[in-house]
C-alpha cells in the first residue's frame, strides 16, 4: 500500500475541518456550542410555574372527608388566581353579577337553569336502564336501524335473482351459499 505524502493528509484534515465548521454555522441564530448539543439552552421563562408547597397534616387519621363541589383548600379561588396572573393583581376576585336581563333571556332560551347535582346519578340510572347494545348490521353506534317493511318487499333476493336468471336463459352468476 502506497502512503500519501503528508500534505496531502493535512489538506484532507484541514478540509474536514472547514466541513464540519461550516456545517455548524449553519444552525442559525444558536451558538456553535449549542448546535452541536455541547450547551443546554437556558430554561424558558414563561414555563416556568409557581406553585403551592405541599403540605403534610400532622395526624393523617384526622384528614377532612371529601366535598365533592366544595373549593379546593390549596386553591379555594382558582379562577381569581387566573385571572390575576393573566391581567395582573388589579382584577377584582368578587364573584360574577347576575345576568342582565338580555343574558337570562338567552339563558332561558337555551334551556340552561340551575345545575343539578344529582346528574351524574341520573346518567348512571339511565344507562343501566339502557339494554346492551350491540354493534353491527341491526344497530350504528348502538342506535337500531329501523327496516322499513316496504323497502324490504322491494329488495332482491340474490338466489331468487339468480334463478330468474336462469329460467329466462340469461346468463347468471352462481347463486351464493346459504350460511
Known amino acids: 500500500m502506497m502512503r500519501q505524502p503528508p500534505h496531502r493528509t493535512v489538506a484532507r484534515l484541514g478540509l474536514t475541518v472547514a466541513v464540519a465548521l ?3 454555522a449553519c444552525a442559525g441564530s444558536k451558538g456553535m456550542r449549542e448546535s452541536m448539543g455541547l450547551a443546554a439552552p437556558p430554561p424558558d421563562e414563561f414555563m416556568v410555574v409557581a406553585r ?5 397534616p400532622p395526624d393523617l387519621s384526622a384528614l377532612p372527608t371529601p366535598q365533592p363541589g366544595a373549593p379546593s383548600r390549596v386553591e379555594p379561588n382558582p379562577r381569581a388566581e387566573a385571572q390575576a396572573a393573566l391581567m395582573g393583581d388589579e382584577v377584582s376576585a368578587a364573584p360574577a353579577a347576575a345576568p342582565t336581563a338580555g343574558e337570562a333571556a338567552l339563558l332561558s332560551a337555551a ?14 340510572q339511565d344507562e343501566s336502564a339502557t339494554p346492551t347494545r350491540r354493534f353491527g348490521l341491526t344497530s350504528l353506534f348502538g ?30 352468476p352462481a347463486a351464493p351459499s346459504a350460511p
Open 22 to 24: 461550516s456545517l455548524g
Open 143 to 172: 342506535r337500531k336501524i329501523v327496516q322499513d317493511p316496504e323497502a324490504e318487499a322491494e329488495r332482491l333476493s340474490p338466489e331468487a335473482e339468480a334463478e330468474r336468471l336462469q329460467r329466462e336463459g340469461l346468463p347468471a
Open 111 to 124: 334551556g340552561a337553569g340551575p345545575q343539578n347535582a344529582e346528574v351524574r346519578e341520573q346518567i348512571a
Open 52 to 56: 403551592a408547597p405541599l403540605e403534610l
